[in-house]
């Protein structure tokens, strides 16, 4: 196979969309957001993983096609879910290549404009792979867009490339846990590591966000120690826009 050209006809033959995770309150258990996460769904070759063809997309240069439909999709989903009194935050993910397209900025806030969208309802997910190249330009763009009201979140933090220096020279809102901090609660280490994250965060004035919670003694501890939200297969994977919405007024 060819996944080059074969993800390319694939944005053709509209076999992309969205699914979508919610993002809890740890306090009221109440949904405050989703996260947007691609998913392809081929008739001939099946579900395809956007760890495999995401980064594939990133060194093509097809990211910037696909992520201007990603933006597109999400931005219209709030739109329709806000008619449906689904008020909620969105969050979408951004790669640096995306990012750092000189049109991508500029498109975005003009694109929230005229769909009249609030941009505070809007959170761009970026990892800390996006402050190791061209980081002038990374901080002018996510200025930029901070500046217009969109909330920026730092995903998978504590795993990549990180430097606590990131944390001063960027505008951010969310600090999103990785999930590997959760998986070793238990150990006398961990919790360390992730009790100290979440202090960290919020005396700089950030929420964190613990990602991939599973079990209850997971959100016990989250709760002891005051995490902002979560995400994970505890409270719900990610879900078609459709089961999304029966799952929310469920709740
Ligand atoms: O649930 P999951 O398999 O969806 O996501 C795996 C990874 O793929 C995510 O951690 C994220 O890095 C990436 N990913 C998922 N959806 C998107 C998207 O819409 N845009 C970008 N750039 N990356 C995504
Ligand atoms: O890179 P990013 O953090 O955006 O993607 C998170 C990935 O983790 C997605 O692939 C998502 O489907 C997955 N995920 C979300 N919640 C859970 C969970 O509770 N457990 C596990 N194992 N994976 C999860
Ligand atoms: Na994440
Ligand atoms: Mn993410």
């Not at 996260?35 to 760890?51: D, H, M, Q, V, Y």
């Not at 003694?217 to 999304?244: A, H, R, T, V």
Request: glycine share 4%; proline share 3%.
């Amino acid at each position: 196979i060819n996944l080059d050209k074969d993800m390319r006809q694939a944005l053709i033959d509209n076999e992309y969309c969205l699914f979508y995770q919610p993002k809890v309150d740890l306090l009221t258990s109440k949904i405050v957001g989703v996260e947007a996460l691609i998913r392809w769904i081929s008739p001939t070759k099946g579900f395809i993983a956007p760890n495999v063809f995401i980064p594939l997309a990133e060194e093509n240069g097809f990211i910037k096609e696909l992520g201007n439909w990603i933006v597109e999709e999400a931005l219209n989903q709030h739109l329709k879910w806000k008619e449906m009194g689904i008020d909620i935050n969105i969050s979408i993910n951004i790669s640096a290549k995306q990012l750092l397209d000189k049109s991508f900025v500029p498109k975005f806030i003009n694109t929230l404009e005229n769909k009249n969208i609030n941009p505070s309802k809007i959170d761009l997910e970026i990892t800390e792979y996006m402050f190791m190249e061209e980081s002038k330009e990374t901080k002018n763009n996510l200025n930029k867009l901070h500046d217009f009201g969109v909330t920026i979140s730092l995903d998978d933090f504590g795993t990549g490339y990180s430097s606590l220096s990131y944390l001063k020279k960027f505008p951010i809102d969310y600090l999103k846990v990785d999930k590997a901090f959760l998986d070793d609660f238990n150990s006398v280490d961990g919790s360390i590591f992730l009790e100290t994250i979440v202090k960290m965060g919020q005396m700089l004035k950030m929420k964190v966000i613990a990602e991939g919670v599973e079990t209850q003694e997971q959100i016990d501890y989250l709760k002891s120690i005051s995490c902002d939200q979560y995400q994970g297969y505890y409270f719900s994977k990610p879900l078609s826009s459709k089961d999304f919405e029966k799952f929310y007024f469920k709740n």
